[in-house]
């Protein structure tokens, strides 16, 4: 058996090579780390959601409508001051003059709140509701009528021969001084009607003398002289206009060519007339 100790130097450094080329070899076979790490490197980064730049055609809407609010501001708002109302430096100057009044139909008023009653040729219902054309309760005192239309009437009336016993309504509360003026004058001056006109001054005379009455008229109280006549009442002149006076002498006459049925009547409207003359 031959002795290892005896090898031949030359082998053993052959073996030594050999050992020392298969490790460098084995060496160069194997990845180094930053070759691992390379497909890493090569991915790109995704851009942050919700950063983008918007585009420019937003940008442009955008200076338009800041441009076209400057603008229209500027043209219309005015001076900036604490009274924004003012669209100009220039003060408003107030208008002192009133209003102009609306003429009042009486022919409407009429047609939509009396003419169901009492028709619409004034001729009323027989037995139910009296007529109004060639009613003396309608042409004869002024302040008469007004009184019935404010505040209604009630019980018996005897109106061209025939008595009548029903319950008129109260317009006070609903129709105004020129309404009512306007509806009174208008069934004085219909039909075979020819009576002066009443005006809404004379309604508020009135008004004003029966202020806090609630309770409606009766034929006996509006033929008492305190309950007849508007009182003095200025025209549009500003004198004094007595349009009892009138009445009276209308009343007088009627009772001097034989008119019975106002007989009562023009007694109340002379004894009322004396009364004013003291």
């Known amino acids: 058996?031959?002795?290892?100790?005896?090898?031949?130097?030359?082998?053993?450094?052959?073996?030594?090579?050999?050992?020392?080329d298969e490790g460098a070899r084995s060496e160069a076979s194997s990845p180094e780390p930053i070759d691992m790490l390379a497909p890493l490197f090569r991915e790109q980064s995704l851009p942050p959601e919700g950063m983008e730049a918007p585009p420019m055609w937003l940008w442009m809407v955008?200076?338009?409508?800041?441009?076209?609010?400057?603008?229209?501001?500027?043209?219309?708002?005015?001076?900036?001051?604490?009274?924004?109302?003012?669209?100009?430096?220039?003060?408003?100057?107030?208008t002192t003059t009133e209003p102009e009044e609306v003429e009042v139909d009486g022919a409407q008023i009429y047609s939509s709140r009396c003419a169901t009653c009492h028709q619409s040729d004034g001729e009323g219902i027989s037995g139910a509701f009296p007529p109004l054309n060639q009613a003396e309760w309608v042409t004869g005192d002024?302040?008469?009528?007004?009184?019935?239309?404010?505040?209604?009437?009630?019980?018996?009336?005897?109106?061209?021969?025939?008595?009548?016993?029903?319950?008129?309504p109260?317009?006070?509360?609903?129709?105004?001084?020129?309404?009512?003026?306007?509806?009174?004058?208008?069934?004085?001056?219909?039909?075979?009607?020819?009576?002066?006109?009443?005006?809404?001054?004379?309604?508020?005379?009135?008004?004003?003398?029966?202020?806090?009455?609630?309770?409606?008229?009766t034929a006996e109280e509006l033929q008492?002289?305190?309950?007849?006549?508007?009182g003095d009442v200025e025209d549009d002149a500003g004198t004094s206009n007595d349009t009892t006076a009138t009445e009276d002498a209308t009343a007088a006459l009627r009772f001097m060519r034989g008119d019975r049925s106002g007989e009562r009547r023009a007694y109340a409207s002379m004894a009322q007339h004396m009364r004013g003359r003291r």
């Open 170 to 217: 109260a317009w006070g509360n609903q129709l105004s001084d020129q309404e009512i003026a306007a509806v009174i004058t208008h069934v004085r001056q219909s039909w075979d009607n020819s009576a002066s006109e009443v005006t809404g001054e004379e309604v508020q005379s009135v008004r004003s003398a029966t202020e806090g009455r609630v309770q409606a008229w």
């Open 142 to 168: 002024k302040g008469q009528i007004i009184r019935i239309l404010l505040q209604g009437m009630i019980g018996e009336v005897e109106v061209r021969g025939n008595v009548y016993n029903g319950n008129m």
């Open 62 to 94: 955008i200076f338009g409508v800041v441009l076209f609010s400057t603008f229209y501001l500027g043209h219309y708002t005015g001076d900036f001051s604490p009274d924004p109302w003012l669209q100009s430096s220039d003060p408003v100057v107030a």
């Open 1 to 20: 058996m031959p002795d290892e100790s005896s090898t031949p130097p030359e082998s053993s450094e052959n073996a030594r090579n050999s050992a020392a």
């Open 224 to 230: 008492q002289p305190e309950n007849m006549g508007v």
